[in-house]
Nanobody, 123 residues
Framework: QVQLVESGGGLVQAGGSLRLSCAASGRAFSNIAMGWFRQAPGKEREFVAGIYWSGGSTLYSGSMKGRFTMSRDNAKNTVYLQMNSLEPEDTALYYC????????????????WGQGTPVTVSS
């Protein structure tokens, strides 16, 4: 079992930045991939970014690449999502997820989910 707890969401003006955190606990992370997803009101949950825990390789959704950066802190078992140049369209509930194996972009591939942290970007 893996437990995930997100934090760092909030209200920010367009053009601003936020850093989301996801603290993971419960098992060894040698073959774990972590992902960030988001779900805006009335829309489907979509992949934002992912990281393979062991090697640190990352994958980004095309629309977020260049603005968002995902990283990890092995000592703290925590992953981060640094979000810059935020736009009102980035407003959503952001979820952290985990799965065994490599990063995949489909939500059904992930076994463990956090409760989400809300991000609101005002214009």
């Amino acid at each position: 079992q893996v437990q995930l707890v997100e934090s760092g969401g909030g209200l920010v003006q367009a053009g601003g930045s936020l850093r989301l955190s996801c603290a993971a606990s419960g098992r060894a992370f040698s073959n774990i991939a972590m992902g960030w997803f988001r779900q805006a009101p009335g829309k489907e949950r979509e992949f934002v970014a992912g990281i393979y825990w062991s090697g640190g390789s990352t994958l980004y959704s095309g629309s977020m690449k260049g603005r968002f950066t995902m990283s990890r802190d092995n000592a703290k078992n925590t992953v981060y999502l640094q979000m810059n140049s935020l736009e009102p369209e980035d407003t959503a509930l952001y979820y952290c997820a985990a799965r065994r194996g490599v990063v995949l972009t489909t939500m059904v591939a992930y076994d463990y989910w956090g409760q989400g942290t809300p991000v609101t970007v005002s214009s």
